[in-house]
């Protein structure tokens, strides 16, 4: 309740992350309630008579029109974001719990641990992004686990660097030695005791993950690597793409999913840029 | 004639919660040439005291009511622009660490010139000199100008930047636990330095601390200050040996001196009261081994004589009440809420 | 009476890229149970490092650490549990000392969980140890987290826990400069206390001369990482025998007004000091300083009943 009312607070002087909250709580409240949102099951082919109801533009009927096979952009919209939201989330859970673990080690245990860490970090952080997921993904089978996988595996030494260096403040100060002095051993010290410190500084790096999982998605779904049997925003880019819409000027069909899609990267972006002040107090200063 | 004169100074923190009255009726006077300590604990306000009379409050700090007379001007009605014109010239500051008024990453010649020749209007050559000239004055070789400031020790830099606020020849320094991050023997070392300039310069200075053997040390008189108001104020041995507020009797017994007794010493239960919502009797009762029904309903005026002032309702009986000070059982007996 | 701890030539060198710092060499000394050391000088004369190796916080690299009777210099740290119980610390700054997310209970609870005592003792030994260092009724206290409380108050939790295992030591590291005149005396009565009821043995570092009397009978002064001297405490500040305590007592301040005002006798400040080569440490800012100072470092030797000093001056001195 506590922490409820100092979140409130903070978002109310903080514009920046309360526009991202705020499209982040939009975006869970529609995944949630898709199936009562959408007019339409997304993949029905509508029909007008007969004939399929293909690229029928904006009308009351049909908010955003429907797409070359006749199916409604809206519905499609709407349940996109469970996809992207399901996605945004596993990658983030998974990156946030490497990239904390990795922080953690190296910043508290230093020494050989902090070199090796910060090495791997090193080299994964120089690898390209979509060359790697093409290659995983040309390898493996397309879909979301590869994806998933992609921005798990690349996008840790971010997390990770940050926590480093918070642990590393954190150990110098007195509580952490009196646990030391009180019986405690390295990994009670490391999760009983300074991990809760750094929890939210590391949710902080998952909502970033999540935009960048989102975005990843996109980039796989649109090159054809994504799974075609899922409704989700890069799917619908890549039909859209296929179905050579912006020759025809069937915006309606693909600029909603690409606001989508950049709404809520932007979204990640703006919550941890505004909540940079509250973690980094003396970065905000100058 | 006072050199500066407080008068009922009041100075508010606005918060979210309403106005935090951390300083609430402070008033003192330092002479020409005469060291004022102003003693207190964390949070009594002296350090506010000490930023209001300069005119350096943080944003939220307002003062809300009273006159700081300087030189026969009232600071407090002075404009922004006018209070500048005397900040440093003739009245200045050293804060507690000495890193806060040093810049890190320039040489202290250049520091020094800056104030010298922006502020003070004098030539290179001359400012040059008069950098020299400052360096020596408070024991510092005047080589050591071309050093930054992390080449100094704590002390040394302590002299720096009281070298740095003495430089335009100011009649008021303001120096906020000048000492207390120090080492003894440093600690001692800049006190001397302090003492040695008030003498040679005619200056005056109020000097911000927690410390009574600091004040016996180096100050004239002392104002004491508890929960945004001075208690009890006077010259040093009067206050120090005839104190007349239960509290400055209380901080008297409260810590160890190294030659003297080896009495136990003597605690004073509780922690101050909240500025936010001050009681409305006496601000130190709730801690007051002597306080009565009169104390706790009314606070008390303050009252003068002589040199020495105090705002203590029983001030009278102050020869018994100092006896009955000096014993461990008088204070133990209050249990504070 | 035996010793609870002893050190016996103890030693740090730090390594810092080319650059060999010792930070404390040669330290002999002993407390017994009952008996409180202090342990002075400025910041940076070693009486931290000191302390922290005393604790097996950090690992000497020359002498050894005896507890008990048992040498733990370079015991390893899962070995250590049982020592930590008994050798216990009070920290400088009680606004950092406790886990800022951890209630007060949880605090008090940690080392009794660590240190394998039955849970179903827990709620007696920390309402005892509330009592002790008197915040009571512990219940009005245990569920507070450290940012509601004052910084005398926090500093009776860091005394509790330190108390809570039942420690045979305590170190105290400055354990009133972060706090209040007027709450100071409480908590130092309360070490006393703790102290003479309990037996413990107590080592106090502060660069406060007045403070270690009030609470040490017997005193070691250290400058620039060794024992410079040691002796009752009273006797030490009435009579110090070597240059640098005199300096250290002259300088010490007094709460009255009629007192000796005479300059230091000490020259320069701790920076023009030596910082190796043979010769005492002090000679540079010594009064007193002799050819021979340059030449030769004073070995510490016994000046009298129970005291030592490390000068030449005191060489064929009566003791």
């Known amino acids: 309740m506590r922490a409820a009312r100092a979140a409130w607070r903070f978002l109310r002087g903080e514009p920046f992350a309360f526009v991202g909250a705020a499209i982040y709580a939009l975006i869970v409240v529609t995944a949630i309630f898709a199936d009562k949102l959408a007019p339409h099951d997304p993949r029905e082919i509508l029909r007008v008579g007969r004939r399929v109801a293909r690229y029928l533009p904006i009308s009351p009927e049909h908010w955003l029109g429907t797409t070359s096979s006749g199916r409604d952009v809206l519905s499609q919209l709407i349940w996109g974001t469970r996809s992207a939201l399901q996605v945004g989330l596993t990658a983030a859970i998974v990156v946030v719990a490497i990239g904390t673990l990795m922080g953690l080690l190296a910043g508290y245990l230093g020494g050989w641990v902090d070199k090796l860490i910060t090495r791997l970090a090193d080299i994964v952080l120089s690898m390209p992004f979509l060359p790697f997921m093409l290659v995983l993904a040309a390898l493996t089978q397309p879909g979301t686990t590869v994806v998933v996988a992609c921005v798990a595996l690349l996008l840790w030494p971010n997390t990770a660097r940050v926590i480093r260096s918070q642990v590393l403040s954190l150990r110098e100060r007195a509580w952490v030695e009196a646990a030391r002095v009180t019986g405690c051993s390295n990994t009670r010290i490391m999760f009983v005791h300074i991990l809760p410190q750094v929890l939210p500084l590391a949710a902080l790096y998952g909502s970033v993950a999540i935009g960048w999982a989102i975005l990843a998605e996109a980039s796989a779904s649109f090159l054809g690597f994504g799974d075609p049997n899922t409704v989700s925003w890069g799917v619908m880019l890549q039909e859209a793409y296929a179905n050579q819409a912006l020759g025809r000027g069937a915006w309606n069909w693909f600029t909603p999913p690409g606001l989508a899609i950049v709404s809520m990267v932007l979204a990640g972006f703006m919550i941890s840029r505004g909540s940079e002040k509250l973690l980094f107090p003396k970065l905000a200063d100058k | ?337 | 009476m035996s010793a609870v701890i002893e050190a016996r030539g103890l030693g740090k060198t730090f390594r810092t890229g080319r650059r060999t710092v010792h930070a404390v060499q040669d330290v002999s000394l002993s407390v017994s149970a009952g008996e409180a050391l202090g342990i002075v000088g400025e910041s940076g004369c070693g009486k931290t490092t000191t302390a922290r190796m005393l604790l097996r916080l950090e690992e000497p690299t020359a002498g050894q650490v005896l507890f008990e009777g048992e040498d733990i210099t370079h015991r390893r740290a899962a070995a250590l549990l049982p020592f930590r119980a008994r050798a216990q610390l009070v920290f400088q700054n009680p606004f950092d000392a406790l886990n800022p997310r951890f209630t007060i209970r949880r605090t008090l609870a940690e080392p009794l969980r660590n240190f394998g005592i039955p849970e179903a003792e827990h709620a007696a030994r920390i309402d005892a140890v509330m009592g002790r260092v008197r915040l009571t009724p512990a219940s009005a206290w245990l569920d507070r987290f450290p940012h509601e409380l004052s910084g005398g108050q926090l500093q009776r939790v860091v005394l509790a826990r330190a108390l809570i295992p039942g420690p045979r030591l305590i170190v105290a590291d400055e354990p009133v400069s972060m706090l209040d005149v007027s709450v100071r005396a409480g908590i130092l009565n309360l070490l006393r206390a703790a102290r003479d009821e309990l037996g413990l043995a107590a080592i106090y570092i502060s660069h406060d001369l007045a403070l270690i009397r009030y609470v040490c009978e017997r005193t070691v002064v250290m400058y620039l990482g060794r024992i410079v001297e040691e002796g009752p405490t009273a006797e030490l500040i009435a009579a110090p025998r070597h240059p640098y305590t005199r300096a250290l007592v002259a300088a010490v301040p007094v709460p009255r007004v009629d007192q000796d005002r005479a300059a230091l006798p000490i020259r320069g400040s701790l920076s023009d000091s030596p910082l190796g080569g043979t010769g005492c440490a002090f000679r540079d800012r010594c009064p007193h300083a002799m050819p021979r100072c340059e030449a030769e470092a004073p070995a510490l030797r016994e000046a009298g009943q129970a005291r030592r000093v490390a000068c030449h001056l005191e060489e064929g001195a009566p003791s």
Not at chain 2, 28 to 35: C, D, E, L, N
Not at chain 2, 221 to 245: D, N
Not at chain 2, 247 to 269: K, Q, R, S
């Open chain 2, 1 to 337: 004639m006072s050199l500066l004169s407080v008068e009922n100074l009041q100075v508010h923190y606005l918060t979210g919660a309403g106005p935090v009255r951390a300083v609430d009726g402070a008033t003192f006077a330092v002479a020409a040439g005469s060291i004022l300590g102003l003693v207190g604990e964390s949070g009594c306000g002296k350090s506010t005291l000490g930023r209001a009379i300069m005119g350096v409050l943080p944003d939220a700090g307002r003062i809300a009511g009273g006159s700081v007379v300087f030189e026969g001007r009232d600071l407090v009605a002075l404009t922004e622009s006018q209070r500048r014109e005397i900040r440093w010239r003739r009245l200045s500051f050293i804060p507690q660490t000495a890193m806060n008024a040093l810049d890190p990453v320039q040489r202290l010649r250049a520091q020094m010139l800056e104030v010298l020749m922006e502020r003070g209007g004098l030539a290179r050559a001359a400012a040059n000199d008069r950098a020299a000239e400052l360096f020596r004055m408070v024991g510092l070789d005047p080589v050591r100008l071309a050093d930054y400031p992390h080449q100094f020790s704590g002390g040394m830099r302590q002299r720096a930047s009281i070298a740095l606020a003495l430089a335009l020849n100011p009649a008021l320094v303001i120096a906020d636990e000048p000492v207390t991050a120090l080492d003894v023997i440093v600690q001692r070392q800049v006190l001397d330095v302090m003492r040695d300039l008030q003498s040679r310069l005619n200056l005056a200075m109020i000097l911000v601390t927690h410390d009574m053997a600091v004040v016996a040390y180096a100050c004239d008189r002392v104002a004491v200050m508890y929960a945004g108001i001075v208690v009890e104020s006077g010259p040093v041995r009067e206050v120090l040996e005839r104190p007349l507020h239960p509290y400055t009797m209380g901080l008297t017994h409260a810590f160890p001196d190294v030659h003297g007794e080896t009495g136990e010493l003597v605690p004073i239960e509780g922690s101050p009261p909240n500025l936010l919502h001050p009681p409305t009797g006496c601000r130190f009762a709730a801690r007051c081994p002597f306080a009565q029904t009169r104390c706790h309903e009314q606070a008390p005026p303050a009252v003068t004589e002589g040199e020495h002032m105090v705002a203590c309702w029983r001030a009278d009986e102050a020869p018994a009440l100092r006896k009955a000070a000096a014993s461990p059982a008088t204070w133990a007996a209050v249990v504070p809420a």
